[in-house]
């Protein structure tokens, strides 16, 4: 059995932990010098484990509930999403790396490069490439990822440097079309002096030629009539890259005094369900697209991300469910380094390949046996985290669609590293790598997103713990060691978010003790307060 241990007053406290089989519980023995109880518990749930926390401190057995849980995740070999926020830079492919050192050399986090990258690799993918799950359930390789920090963070040069590619393209196509529209109205010239010279006999008049269509990777109105349009043109698919996201979410129901159903067909969109978008001046003909395609990435400030979110009644209606949301709160600006370079040529490279795949038909890959196992328990590590009573609304939202999230990130991570390689992306499968790379890529998302949305609200096992000002109320102690005994007045000069009455102060001291950050002590002589005594 794995054996953890943890001073805890006179004796340690020791926690044995029975072989872990799948998903199923395991046995465990927790012991204080004798042995305190046995019993099994969820591996995955930490939330569960709280019961038995408490009942040890009921008993007087141990003097910290967190301790508990802290000791028993480790035993168990739980990783906290909440305590591991690192973006895992080794779930991604080598290729998106090489652009993340781009931003390491201006001192910027890498986040800022490889999410942009990967919604980019996303538009440059398209259409054609789809990955089967199973039954009639398939996943094509678009994401929507959305990165919220604060204003000289960093964000625009990532976005730059990983859509440098894509932009060239798409001026490319642009400049093509205006050949085309110059030729084409050239000849429309030529046909219509023929037809004024037409004599008895002549050949029947030429057809009047069909007008160019607009060729566009890149989606920059998104009012729906003029993207339904664009989409229609280029059934290949299309990204929206918007330094400046709030312009996007802004400009849904533009029309109808704000009641159009804009924000409804974009969730259609990213279900690849088929939109009918009525044209303004020519209702008899509306735009339909059939297997519509719309990468999307967008950075916002993150004072700006609860305007953009709205109201209660548009929050759950499912749009940012369909969202990798990431905000990014502790930016720190690292050291810069001697690599000078603007773009990176190998991901610029990797891009054009991408945007070299047919479209018509689709290659659809499937997952190897191993990777349909390992997904199909992710899926179901998913589904309980889902039934789960206390999971507020907006989290059911969006890890109802977790599963599709981590299928379209295991597929979009596969085809990049084949890029330029068809012979492998027709031959290789989707393995076990790519589902955990997906998956370690997804949890960062889960961890960074729930807390967000409802602080007060439990989340995802250990993320009930989670509590903004109580968090940096323990980042303030860590900083300053010296403290070892909390009063709320104390909390109160710190100067914290949230945080500007005695009652707020309560409140968070309630809240640490809860979490077992602290122990409660006992009451002062002046006043009568109660203090609270740092566990060190």
Not at 188 to 203: C, I, N, S
Not at 280 to 293: F, N, S, T
Not at 337 to 352: C, L, N, Y
Not at 404 to 412: D, E, Q, S, T
């Amino acid at each position: 059995m794995a054996d953890r241990t943890l001073k805890e007053g006179l004796d340690p406290l020791r926690i044995l932990c029975g072989p872990r089989v799948g998903s199923g519980p395991v046995e465990i023995s927790i012991r204080n010098g004798r042995e305190l109880i046995t019993t099994e518990i969820d591996p995955t749930d930490p939330g569960s484990w709280v019961d038995l926390a408490r009942s040890l401190e009921v008993a007087g057995a141990v003097t910290s509930q967190q301790a508990v849980l802290n000791l028993i995740a480790r035993a168990v070999g739980y990783r906290d999403p909440k305590s591991d926020r690192t973006f895992p830079l080794s779930s991604l492919p080598a290729v998106v790396l090489d652009l993340v050192q781009l931003g390491e050399a201006m001192g910027h986090r890498p986040e800022f490069y490889a999410l942009p990258a990967l919604a980019v690799a996303s538009g440059a993918i398209g259409r054609s490439v789809r990955v089967h799950v199973a039954g009639p359930w398939y996943e094509p390789a678009m994401l929507w990822i959305a990165v919220a920090a604060r204003v000289g963070s960093g964000k625009s040069p990532g976005l730059r440097a990983a859509s440098a590619r894509l932009r060239r393209a798409d001026m490319q196509l642009l400049e093509a079309y205006r050949r085309e529209c110059q030729q084409f109205e050239e000849d429309e010239r030529a046909r219509e002096q023929r037809k004024g010279k037409r004599y008895d006999g002549d050949p029947a008049e030429p057809a009047k030629a069909t007008p160019p269509t607009v060729p566009m990777l890149l989606a920059d109105d998104i009012t729906m009539e003029a993207l339904g349009r664009r989409m229609s043109e280029n059934p290949r698919g299309m990204a929206a890259l918007h330094d400046e996201f709030s312009e996007f979410v802004m400009g849904m129901n533009r029309y109808r005094g704000g009641r159009g159903g804009d924000r409804a067909r974009f969730s259609r969109i990213w279900g690849e369900e088929a939109i009918k978008v009525d044209r303004a001046k020519d209702l008899d003909h509306p735009i339909i697209v059939p297997h519509p395609y719309l990468a999307i990435y967008g950075a916002v400030p993150s004072k700006v991300l609860p305007a953009l979110i709205g109201q209660e009644d548009e929050a759950h209606d499912g749009f940012w469910a369909r969202f990798l949301l990431a905000v990014i709160d502790d930016v720190g600006r690292g050291e810069r380094s001697d690599d000078s370079r603007e773009s990176s040529e190998i991901w610029d490279q990797v891009i054009g390949s991408l945007l070299l795949l047919e479209h018509e038909p689709p290659l659809v890959l499937q997952m190897d046996r191993r990777a349909q196992a390992l997904f199909d328990d992710y899926d179901r590590q998913l589904q309980e985290r889902n039934s789960k009573e206390d999971l507020p609304s907006h989290a059911e939202e969006f890890v109802a669609k977790s599963a599709g999230h981590l299928a379209r990130l295991a597929l979009v991570i596969h085809v990049i590293e084949r890029a330029g390689n068809l012979p492998a992306l027709l031959r290789d499968r989707i393995d076990v790598g790519d589902v955990e790379r997906a998956w370690a890529l997804l949890s960062w998302f889960i961890a960074l997103r729930l807390p967000l949305e409802d602080p007060q609200a439990p989340g995802l096992g250990a993320e009930r713990f989670a509590d903004p000002p109580a968090d940096k109320v323990m980042a303030y102690l860590s900083r300053h060691p010296q403290i070892t005994r909390l009063t709320a007045s104390l909390l109160l000069s710190m100067r914290i978010e949230n945080i500007r009455t005695m009652e707020d102060a309560d409140r968070v001291m309630r809240r640490l003790i809860e979490r077992g950050d602290v122990l409660e002590g006992q009451p002062t002589r002046q006043g009568g307060r109660s203090i609270l005594r740092l566990d060190v």
